[in-house]
Structure formats: C-alpha cells, structure tokens
C-alpha cells in the first residue's frame, strides 16, 4: 500500500505541550508501558493524526484504537518516538490557540462516546474518533500558516471562514479534517461525518446516524446556548443533555489531568515539574543534538531491514512525507542501496545508468560535492537532465532534494521528493540528512558485516575440503585394498555362492564409504544420487552384510519381515541405508544377550495426506532413559565409549526430514522400544 504525503502545504500539528511531556516521562521507565503511552495517544488529536498517518488503519483489524495505537507506538520504537516530540515540540505554533483546540477536541470525542451510548449507536469508539478528528483540520491550518489566526478573526462567520480558507489554502478546515481522516483510512462514517460537518440540520436528517451525533457533540463542546440544537439532532431531553454535559466535563477534564493539563495540587498523575503553564523548551542547539543522538540510537543497531522500516517510519513521523530513495556510489555509477526490499526500483536506477561525472544531473552534483542541492525538473517534459526527471516522477514529485551522505568508508546521496511550493526550514532539511545519513551507515554497517561472515565462511569452507579432501585420498588407500582382497577371495571361493554375495555387498558398501568421502570433499562435482529406493532391497542388503556383526554373533536376533515388490520411496538409497543402520547398531548395542529386532512394513498408507511406506523398528530391550525421550534427535554425549559420538538419532531426523519423511518413537522402560517411519512414495507411484 502506497501511504500518502501530506496535503498542499499542510505541516502536521503538534501534540499538547503536557502531552508530550508526559509521554517523555512515562519513556524514562525501563520497561516502557506502552499501553499507558497508547491511552494518553488516544486523547491527544495530533499524537492519534500522526500514529494513524504512520500506519494506516485495516478494516479487517477490530481491535479498540488503544491496542492499535500501541502497536504504532512499539513500532515506532523509544528513540524515534522521543526524537519526533521533541522536533515537533520545537514548532509549536500558536501555543494558547492550540491547547483551546486540544481541548476542544477531546471535550468533543467524550461527548460524541456519550451521546452515542446514550443514542445506542454500536460503535461508540467510532464516535470518540470523530469528535476527537473534528479539529484536526483548523489545528493543521493553524500550524501551517502564522496568520491563519488572524485570518480567523477577520471572519464574521463560519460560511465565511471556509471560503476564505479555501482561497487561500485550496481547502477548508471541514474538507481537510475529512480528508485527513480518509488518507489514515478511518471508518467510512467517520469520514462522512466530518465531511457533513457544515451540512444543514436538514440534511444530517437524512445521514448517517453518527453525523447527527458529531454535531449534536460539537454544540455541547462549543457553547451552552447550542443546547436546542443538540436536543433537535439527538432527540434526548435538555435535562439529559445537561447531565451528559456534566458528566462528560468532568470525565474530560479528569482525562486532561492524566496528561498534566489543569492539573490539580497534590495529584499522583504525570505533569510538568514546571509550574508555569508552558514548560520550558529545550535551547534549539541541544534539542539538536539530544535529536541527532536520538536518530543515532534508533539506527545504531538496526539490521537492513530494520534500518529501511525505520526510515520510512521516519520520514512519516517527523514529516509527514514519503521516504527518500537512497543511492550509493558504486565505483562511476550511482545505485539503489537497498536492492532487496525495492528490487523494481534498484533495477530501474541500474538501468538508468547515472554516473557521478553527469555534469547534467543535479543527483550527480550532489554527490560530487556532497552538498544538498534540489532540483524541480518538472513533471511534463524533461529539463536539463532526463535522468533526475526519471527519478522525481518515481518518487510522485515536482522536484528533488539530494542529501548527501557518507558512511563506513562508502558514500551516497538520499533523494526525495519535493513540491515546488514546499518550503522546507534549514532546521528540517539538517534533521533529513541526519536521518538518511544514519540510516544508511546502519546499511552498509550491516553489509560490511555480512561480506564479513561470506568471506569467512568462505575461508573456514576452503580449509574444510582440504582436510576432506586429505582425508578421502589417505582412507582411500586401504579401502582399495580392503575392496581388492575381497576381490581376491570372492575369485578363489567363487563355488560358496553365499560367499560371494556376503563379499559383493560388502564391497558395495565400502563404494558407498567412498562415494560419502567424495561427497564431502568435492560437493560440487559429486557424482549425482539416485532419488528413490527399494525399501525392502536396501534392508535385506543391510541384513546380508551386518546381521551376522552386530547381532548373531552377539547371540541378539534380528528378524526381518518386509514383503517384496513394494513402491519406490522418495529417498535416496544410501540415506535410507544410514538411517536403518543407526536404528539397527543402536538396538544391537542396547539390547541384552537373547534380545529380538523386528524390521517390518505394513505397507502404503496415507500419512498427513501423502502417500508413504511404514517401516517399522521393534526391539525388546530395555528402554529409551526419560532424560533421553525427551531429546531424542538432539545431539547428546554419548555413554558408549570414545567410538560413539552421540548423533545417531540427529543425524537420523535430518536425513528423513530432508527427503519430507519423520518417525515416531514409542519407549517404556524395561519393555523395549520402537521407531515408525513415513517415507513419502516416489512421484511416478
């Protein structure tokens, strides 16, 4: 989803002074209570505009605004949060003007809640949200413009204020809090209910329900001798309306005292130490530089894709604006830094070939100069330099702000997108490019880190086939011999064919040995493996060679029961064949003398919904110890002696959960254990 910027010339208000300031307090906590944090949001217009404005409300999302406005404020995160109150502490506007409307504001949320339970209308949280928005657009208008107050007091009416504003700002206070309300994606009557904000009692006759109660709450807020209007759209009696009025001043005030406005003598709630209504502010230089260290705590230790969110988390919080396209110097050309989460767009700018020597583009002067310098290239024909007219309408604008950045030995130019008529303060423009800077260092910072770990993992893998490779060509030798003597007797015996049979799978086993070594010395050009298995040939084979080693001669029995002709399974053979022989070398050493191995299969059936063959292995013997059931395919030291490495069964999981197969194991003590295994059938079955 694509977030909007702000409207034409629209800078965001800022929250109550004591609002703010609360929140600061409750942020020195350790364990930051963020539900607290997302209660004091909630009665705050501009703290509900700017955490709505971030991340946009989902209709699909039913939860009270509480709990949605605390996950704004986790995501957020401390540092960026206390960064933008500070910042937006710093542009205050008119200071009395605003707290009226603050007030206001919140005496109309409670009334509109009230009237609306009074009213039985099933929503009363969209009733708060509405009174809480229905200042939101004069609050904007005043932090845009110094003089709209005295735009407002030139104006003998409210017809006549909105046609003013209108000429001057392309819109009126109704239509900009509506709209506002639509780009955070409020409830559809919400919207509709400050549109209809200057509608006729006629009109909200025949509206929705919650546009009756929004007015019938504003006249409450307002002024008593709306009091007739109030009972005309609410249909309650004067009496009711005068107790909900008190009730709800109180309940108002007593939220206003939460965050330390009109706080009263020896309350426990969170205020100012200040006693003067306005606290006093930060000097411009430290707030500055507590800002700058803010944003460096945010981006300190932020992975990538940490860092990308938090920009553009950022940007919408302090600006309101989208998010710059950062670009680094890739020796003479300039690409997207990050080319994982914007792959159209890095690809774009790869293709767009802008090199740092473009004595046309602006983008390139920048970055040669690593001065921040815009550009308005404008939107219908390209100016001097095609290629930043490319870029200002991927970024959805009239013009460019290229800010410069250096960082980790690698340096780069963040991009954004401007209106021409923006004019953007030296203080904000400073706090940008602290913002793309550090962002960025995080970036490279992470992928210095990463092209660390690749190149050691390089090394460490480089010096592991070595000594495989080592390895394979000293065990090779003698496995050669071994394999030529079995040769030798199978040819002097060849008339004892049980013999013969016995040696041949013998020596099939010392080529899987050698096969394994070349595996894990030479990956890459390893022989390919056969992805299927005769289930029943490759136990019979493991029965031919070992059931004599690990079990008659031991006086253990082994009983195999598997029926021929039985469906290829979707595993490789010589997995299939270390997974039998660690389930059988571990019931030959578990069980006593005269103890039984049962390898059997049912046959097909159908496990979680695939197709698989049952193999079955059932012992006698004493048990899984508790300890042990509890772990069972995780590494354990091995009780066994120094031949034994405790990774049998690990090494078993792996390989079955490799080829979509698993097993399940039953053990009772002195009783015996047994292990059933689902392979998956091979796909022409």
């Known amino acids: 989803m694509s977030l909007p910027v702000l409207p034409f010339r629209m800078h965001r208000p800022s929250p109550h002074p004591n609002a703010a ?5 409750l942020m020195e906590a350790a364990d930051i209570p963020w539900d607290t944090l997302a209660e004091h949001a909630s009665r705050d217009a501009a703290l509900c505009f700017a955490l709505l404005w971030l991340q946009p409300l989902d209709s ?4 009270p605004l509480q709990a949605l406005l605390a996950d704004r404020l986790r995501r957020v995160g401390a540092p960026l949060l206390r960064a933008w109150l500070l910042h937006a502490s710093a542009h205050p506007g ?8 603050h007030q206001q504001a919140l005496l109309t949320a409670e009334s509109a809640m009230h009237l609306a339970i009074e009213k039985r209308y099933p929503r009363p949280e969209e009733a708060f949200l509405a009174g809480l928005w229905s200042r939101l657009g004069q609050m904007n208008l005043h932090a845009s413009s110094p003089d709209y107050a005295q735009l407002c007091a030139q104006c003998a009416t409210p017809e006549a204020l909105r046609t003013r504003e209108r000429q001057r700002f392309d819109t009126d206070h109704i239509a900009l809090s509506a709209n506002l309300a639509q780009h955070c994606q409020l409830p559809r009557p919400v919207i509709d209910a400050l549109a209809l904000a200057g509608a006729t009692e006629e009109q909200l006759q ?3 329900p919650l546009a009756a109660i929004l007015r019938a709450a504003q006249c409450l807020s307002d002024d008593s001798q709306r009091l007739d209007e109030a009972q005309r759209l609410s249909g309650l009696s004067k009496e009711a309306l005068l107790s909900l009025q008190t009730d709800v001043d109180y309940l108002s005030s007593q939220g206003l005292q939460s965050l ?5 003598a020896g309350s426990n709630a969170v205020a100012p130490t200040s006693a003067s209504p306005d606290s006093p502010r930060l000097p411009a230089h430290w707030r500055r530089v507590t800002i700058d260290g803010l944003i460096q705590a945010a981006f300190n230790a932020a992975s990538a894709e940490t860092a990308v969110r938090q920009l553009q988390d950022a940007f919408r919080l302090l600006f309101g604006k989208r998010p710059p396209m950062v670009l680094r110097a890739n020796s003479e050309v300039l690409l997207a830094l990050d080319a994982t989460h914007e792959a159209e767009r890095a690809s774009a700018i790869a293709e767009l070939d802008l090199r740092l020597s473009d004595e046309t583009s602006v983008v390139a002067l920048a970055m040669r100069t690593q001065t921040s310098t815009s550009h308005f290239p404008g939107r219908d024909a390209p100016g001097r330099s095609t290629r930043d007219w490319h870029i200002a309408r991927w970024l959805d604008s009239a013009g460019i702000l290229c800010l410069p950045w250096h960082a980790g030995g690698e340096r780069g130019v963040g991009v954004l997108g401007i209106d021409e008529s923006l004019d953007i303060a030296p203080d904000e423009q400073s706090l940008m490019l602290s913002l793309v800077a550090h962002a960025a260092a995080s970036q490279v910072r992470q992928a210095q880190r990463q092209a660390a770990e690749a190149q050691l993992l390089a090394t460490a893998r480089a010096e592991h086939l070595a000594k495989a490779r080592r390895i394979t060509h000293e065990v090779n030798s ?3 011999v071994i394999k030529s003597y079995l040769g030798i007797i199978s040819q002097r015996d060849t008339a004892d064919t049980a013999l013969t049979g016995e040696l041949a799978q013998v020596s099939k086993e010392i080529d899987r040995i050698g096969a394994l070594l070349r595996r894990m010395s030479d990956p890459d050009t390893a022989e390919p493996v056969t992805t299927t298995a005769d289930l029943g040939e490759v136990v019979r084979q493991l029965q031919q060679v070992y059931a004599d080693t690990l079990f008659s001669s031991r006086k253990r029995e082994l009983d195999v029961r598997i029926p021929r002709g039985l469906p290829a399974v979707a595993m490789p053979a010589s997995a299939l064949k270390q997974v039998v022989l660690n389930l059988m070398r571990n019931a030959a050493e578990a069980l006593p003398e005269g103890g039984r191995l049962s390898i059997s299969s049912p046959g097909v059936l159908m496990a979680d919904g695939v197709p698989s063959l049952e193999l079955r292995l059932v012992d006698n013997g004493p048990g899984l ?7 069972l395919f995780s590494p354990q030291p091995s009780q066994k002696g120094e031949d034994h490495q405790g990774i049998g069964l690990s090494i078993v999981n792996d390989l079955l959960r490799q080829s979509g197969a698993y097993t399940l194991c039953r053990s009772q003590k ?5 292990f059933q295994i689902f392979i998956p059938l091979a796909r022409n079955v």
Do not use: F, Y
């Open 206 to 208: 025949n509206a929705h």
């Open 670 to 674: 002195n009783t015996g254990t047994s």
């Open 21 to 25: 300031e609360a929140l600061l307090r």
């Open 94 to 101: 008119d200071i009395a003007v605003m707290k009226g409307l």
């Open 625 to 631: 110890p508790d300890a042990r059931l509890g772990r």
């Open 478 to 480: 003698p496995l050669t």
């Open 260 to 264: 330390g406005i009109g706080q009263p």
């Open 60 to 63: 699909a999302d039913a939860r």
